[in-house]
């Protein structure tokens, strides 16, 4: 196999850019798929690829000889990519720029060149989403081909070290001297050289669990549905009262109940800008989000990758709920009402099954219920006849915040 040197520099690296994530072959899925969103947060990415190798091949590329045969490159923290890219039976050294991007429309963008905008990837190649698996390591993106249907562009995994087999066809290479040559990874071919070192991708980056539901990539998933109901379902449970980031970067807290599900919008400060309804659309194949202030209805197709990210932070609100039936401990609530005729207060004792107990009068202990709804503690008492609703008060969170410091000891 020839080899050529980067003192072509010029020519080699605008045949590498061309052809880098260029997709030759029409296969995928196109935009009745749904939205692209990258599997993880721009920083992610930047953190992911920073200072190490991707190693890659591009399995669309209309020229065989292409296929299967391994691509290197360096992301040096300055944002200078070194790559060693193979082309029309070739490898040729070639030198550019990397950036991974936020992007409203694919969540993250990699090889990002001009600032304040978005380039649309179905018309300006190496702008491409990207998708990591973090329990193989496996890293590819995805893009366009010219009839606009996406395509897996390259595929391969991010490592520590640079193969041996790219120092010896790209050796003019500036790669810098504390980077690690992998001695195992002699083979040119994609599949013999990850059978060398099946241990050089980088498992479980930090972070990588804060994956974005659903988002594999549309054509990786074949037609297949990437985010079933049971699957989402599964994730709005474990993510009930917990922080959700949008493709704008805006915060939200979901929070789940039995007489209805909704989004909190955040604003900067971390109050709550707006509540949003999750209702049931189109025949239950879609859930549309109804602000309260916003005039917008987005809508969510089951089956899409879910437009938010998980971030792991549970909200202020819950924590507080949360410290509160772990300890056990009373807290004195603004609770006027029937049971309590005359008082202006009533200590409740919460519990994490959204149950509760309310001492009133220092003598009688009446059960209840608690939940969270609109930025609020809801809580009902029951009746002697265990009805629930002849008591009730709504608490706004950070009133709560100022009463929990209190009956906490």
């Keep these: 196999?020839?080899?050529?040197?980067?003192?072509?520099?010029?020519?080699a690296a605008a045949a590498a850019l061309a052809a880098m994530f260029a997709v030759d072959a029409a296969w995928g899925q196109g935009a009745a798929s749904g939205p692209n969103y990258s599997s993880h947060a721009a920083s992610?990415?930047?953190?992911?690829?920073?200072?190490?190798?991707?190693?890659?091949?591009?399995?669309?590329?209309?020229?065989?000889?292409?296929?299967?045969?391994?691509?290197?490159?360096?992301?040096?923290?300055?944002?200078?990519?070194?790559?060693?890219?193979?082309?029309?039976?070739?490898?040729?050294?070639?030198?550019?720029?990397?950036?991974?991007v936020p992007s409203r429309a694919f969540r993250a963008l990699y090889s990002y060149y001009e600032s304040g905008t978005e380039p649309d990837p179905g018309r300006r190649r190496g702008h491409t989403p990207l998708f990591y698996d973090r329990e193989t390591g496996a890293l590819h993106n995805e893009a366009t081909g010219p009839d606009g249907r996406w395509a897996v562009a390259s595929r391969g995994w991010v490592q520590e070290s640079w193969p041996q087999a790219m120092r010896e066809v790209c050796p003019d290479l500036a790669l810098?001297?504390?980077?690690?040559?992998?001695g195992r990874q002699i083979a040119t071919g994609f599949e013999a050289m990850m059978a060398q070192d099946p241990d050089a991708a980088v498992r479980n980056a930090p972070s990588s669990h804060l994956r974005g539901p659903g988002a594999t990539g549309?054509?990786?998933?074949q037609g297949r549905d990437r985010l079933p109901a049971a699957y989402l379902a599964r994730f709005l449970a474990e993510n009930d009262g917990f922080v959700l980031t949008d493709t704008a970067g805006a915060r939200h807290v979901l929070?789940?109940?039995?007489?209805?599900?909704?989004?909190?919008?955040?604003?900067?400060e971390g109050g709550i800008a707006d509540v949003g309804l999750l209702v049931p659309a189109a025949g239950g194949v879609e859930i549309a989000v109804h602000y309260g202030r916003l005039p917008i209805r987005p809508r969510y197709r089951i089956g899409d990758a879910l437009p938010f990210l998980p971030t792991g932070e549970r909200f202020a609100a819950m924590r507080i709920t949360d410290r509160l039936a772990a300890a056990g401990t009373p807290v004195v609530l603004p609770f006027p009402?029937?049971?309590?005729?005359?008082?202006?207060?009533?200590?409740?004792r919460l519990r994490a099954d959204g149950?509760?107990?309310?001492?009133v009068g220092g003598r009688e202990t009446v059960p209840g219920t608690w939940r969270w709804s609109r930025?609020?503690?809801?809580?009902?008492?029951?009746?002697?006849?265990?009805?629930?609703g002849v008591a009730g008060t709504r608490v706004p969170w950070r009133l709560l915040a100022d009463l929990s410091g209190a009956g906490l000891r």
Excluded: K
């Design 44 to 100: 992610f990415f930047e953190e992911l690829l920073e200072g190490r190798v991707w190693v890659l091949e591009r399995p669309n590329s209309s020229r065989a000889d292409d296929r299967g045969t391994v691509w290197a490159h360096y992301h040096a923290p300055d944002g200078t990519l070194l790559a060693c890219a193979h082309l029309g039976g070739e490898y040729a050294g070639a030198e550019a720029r990397w950036r991974v």
């Design 255 to 268: 929070v789940l109940g039995a007489e209805g599900d909704e989004l909190w919008l955040l604003d900067a």
């Design 337 to 348: 009402g029937p049971r309590a005729p005359g008082r202006a207060e009533t200590a409740v």
């Design 355 to 359: 149950t509760l107990t309310a001492g």
């Design 375 to 388: 930025g609020a503690l809801v809580v009902v008492l029951e009746d002697a006849a265990g009805e629930a």
């Design 176 to 182: 810098p001297a504390s980077l690690p040559v992998n």
């Design 1 to 11: 196999m020839r080899r050529s040197r980067v003192s072509a520099r010029g020519l």
């Design 218 to 221: 549309i054509a990786a998933a």
